[in-house]
């Protein structure tokens, strides 16, 4: 049961354009979204989250979009750049009760910015 | 900060031993840790919440006896496989919880673990 979903294996954008990366959840009672970047053998690095009550978050050139009623997120990187390229994993959490802290992955997207 | 240290980086060994991986947050304490494990191409895959001066929370499929966790201080949290197997390599990350800072868990840099 994929309760996080990537649907995008792997996303090309050009240097200086847009990077959308979108991200789908089935359950409910999820309230906190993250989004990490992964590079191979190495450990995600925490980029940007968004609580439930809100719809947007934005730091720098990273921008998280929630629309709770579609359950679906996104990260868009603007300008993108080609230290970008890596593997964007999106995950979620319930805080509180014995889920507090517990995240739940979706499969990653691999992001190429090209030149 | 929210550094977190993970040792060793990689490790081979034969089958039938028992590996540690070791897990220091840096620059805060950490009640919870978790550990995950990553399979080529596809997800991170939370194998137990580690939890100082308790018992670790596995997730359902995973052996507690094949996978000891010890968070024996709000610092360190090891994960011991025990008489590993080559169906055991794969990638072993874990994570702090910095409870202050939002709910977010900052990862370590992982352990590859080939299993002979």
């Known amino acids: 049961d994929q309760q996080v979903k990537q649907n995008s294996p792997s996303l090309s954008v050009q240097e200086g354009r847009i990077s959308i990366l979108n991200c789908d959840y089935t359950n409910s009672m999820f309230d906190y979204f993250l989004w990490y970047k992964k590079y191979p053998a190495e450990g995600p690095t925490f980029l940007i989250s968004i609580s439930s009550i809100k719809d947007k978050n934005e730091d720098g050139r990273f921008t998280v979009f929630l629309n709770k009623s579609a359950k679906h997120l996104s990260l868009h990187i603007v300008p993108s750049q080609p230290g970008d390229s890596a593997v964007y994993f999106c995950a979620a959490s319930v805080r509180g009760g014995t889920s507090y802290g517990k995240l739940t992955f979706g499969q990653g997207t691999i992001l190429t910015v090209h030149p | 900060g929210a550094v977190v240290s993970q040792h060793p980086s990689r490790v081979i060994c034969k089958s039938g031993t028992s590996v540690k991986i070791e897990c220091r947050s840096l620059d805060f304490q950490a009640t919870t840790m978790f550990w995950y494990r990553q399979f080529p191409k596809q997800s991170l895959m939370l194998m137990a919440t580690s939890n100082e001066g308790s018992k670790a929370t596995y997730e359902q499929g995973v052996e507690k006896d094949k996978f000891l966790i010890n968070h024996a201080s709000l610092t360190l949290s090891t994960l011991t496989v025990t008489s590993a197997h080559p169906e055991d390599s794969s990638f072993y990350i874990c994570?702090?919880?910095?409870?202050?800072?939002?709910?977010?868990?900052?990862f370590g840099a992982g352990t590859r673990l080939s299993v002979l």
């Open positions: 994570s702090a919880l910095r409870a202050l800072a939002k709910n977010i868990q900052y």
